[in-house]
């Protein structure tokens, strides 16, 4: 049965969508599945843990960092399906100038950061104070490289075709993992690890920026002049959910490795990290493939107002992911502890109980992840990222109530997973809510 009638255009973004997410997935899987080994016997397994915090500590500052592009993206593919040129050229415009507002912003909040006298975790009390802040202003500076590469997102993949900027992160990325363990063969100095880290982020944006200029030639640039504040108001009110998602990914991910960092060993902190390596964010590399590839074109079906073929597209999508994440609970469960443990060469051991709990909690992310997926390609889940939001940071204040009092590391898996069902429950009613609007 056919199910969707496709341009041969678009039929032609969904398969460079999709052989690029998945080279991404295939890379990084690869990488991931090297790159814990690699640190552990060329770092220690004292040194990974820390370098995991600090990557952790600059993911959980990018929350000031507001994600403009993402919703701009989504409302400019909506408009190119209705040939609204002009008004695709003012979303940019106004999204690069809220970026530059942006820009301003956030490097104030690092000037701040930075001059505290001293950050008080645990698995930080072997580095010199010094050397940790000429560590974090690195990683400011390449924090404001990631804030550039949002305009080079928005501007390169809105017409549908994403294989470019995918190539580009794929390749800086992997870059990234391959030189920071060779680093440690010559010296064992976290600064330079954290100096290759600006380094190769820049390259990254200058990369992005001629991709945009060659792609666009001059149908978008940077200009000033068009700042519309209602336009820009718009924009910022869209971007409000995208900002709550990702606090609520960011508090999920980098908040529990600050935590455990604040409570635990390096030991520990790299135990967590290399567990939700290999089965939480595994699964969800691979399902993002096939989220990231339907995301615009679930944005270009509700722009044509094709309800009839988005409803089938969102069923199947479902399906596929169920199957998916069937399949990996059941080889998680019956190999995953073996593997483990010979993969990071008997370093950590892993429970069964810390095992089981990981893989309840990525299927039920990933769940909810794959739900929402229809509702953020139409910029429609401002209450949805409110929820994961405030429960991400409520399991967060919750664990370390728990932790304070000398609670197991089991605790936080478990209140992660009882937010994820109720977050789940709420997107599955809100995408109903949405469709049953429109007849068959």
């Known amino acids: 049965m056919k199910i969707i009638d496709f341009s041969k255009n678009s039929l032609k973004n969904i398969n460079k969508n999709f052989f690029s997410f998945f080279s991404i997935f295939s890379s990084q899987t690869i990488i991931q599945i090297l790159f814990p080994p690699a640190m552990i ?35 400019m593919s909506m408009n190119l399906e209705k040939r609204n040129f002009n008004y695709i050229n003012k979303i940019f415009q106004n999204t690069f100038c809220l970026i530059l507002f942006n820009t301003l912003f956030f490097l104030i909040i690092w000037l701040i950061i930075i001059s505290f006298d001293q950050i008080n975790l645990k698995t930080l009390d072997q580095i010199d104070s010094q050397d940790i802040k000429i560590i974090f202003i690195l990683i400011a500076l390449s924090a404001h490289c990631s804030i550039f590469d949002q305009i080079f997102y928005c501007g390169i993949t809105y017409s549908g075709d994403a294989s470019k900027y995918n190539y580009n992160i794929l390749f800086f990325d992997t870059l990234l993992k391959i030189l920071i363990p060779l680093l440690g063969l010559l010296s064992k100095n976290l600064i330079y690890a954290s100096l290759i880290l600006f380094f190769i982020s820049f390259c990254k944006t200058m990369f992005l920026y ?126 995953g502890k073996n593997i483990y443990e010979f993969w990071t060469n008997y370093k950590y051991g892993l429970s069964i109980n810390l095992l089981i709990l990981i893989i309840i909690d990525a299927v039920m992310f990933n769940f909810f992840n794959s739900a929402e997926t229809f509702v953020k390609s139409i910029n429609k889940f401002f209450f949805s990222a409110s929820l994961k939001a405030f429960l991400s940071i409520s399991t967060i204040i919750i664990s370390y109530l728990f932790f304070a009092k ?17 977050i789940l429950i709420f997107i599955s009613f809100a995408s109903f809510n949405i469709l049953k609007k429109y007849r068959k």
């Open 41 to 75: 016997f060329v770092w220690g397994v004292k040194n990974f843990g820390i370098w995991i915090l600090i990557i952790s500590l600059f993911s959980m500052l990018k929350i000031l960092n507001v994600n403009f592009s993402a919703a701009s993206r989504s409302e």
């Open 210 to 335: 001629i991709i945009f200029k060659k792609q666009n030639k001059n149908r978008l640039n940077f200009k000033t002049n068009l700042f519309d504040k209602t336009i820009s108001i718009k924009i910022f009110r869209l971007s409000l959910s995208y900002q709550l998602d990702e606090i609520s990914h960011i508090v999920r991910n980098s908040g529990i490795i600050i935590l455990i960092g604040t409570f635990f060993s390096p030991t520990t902190v790299g135990l967590i990290s290399t567990a939700r390596t290999l089965f939480y964010f595994l699964p969800i590399r691979f399902l993002d493939i096939i989220n990231s590839t339907l995301f615009l074109q679930f944005s270009k079906l509700f722009g044509k107002r094709d309800i009839i073929s988005l409803k089938k597209f969102i069923k199947l999508h479902l399906i596929l992911n169920i199957l998916s994440l069937a399949l990996f609970s059941f080889v998680s469960i019956i190999f």
């Open 406 to 422: 000398g609670s197991s590391i089991l605790i936080f898996f478990i209140i992660n997973i009882v937010s994820s069902i109720l």
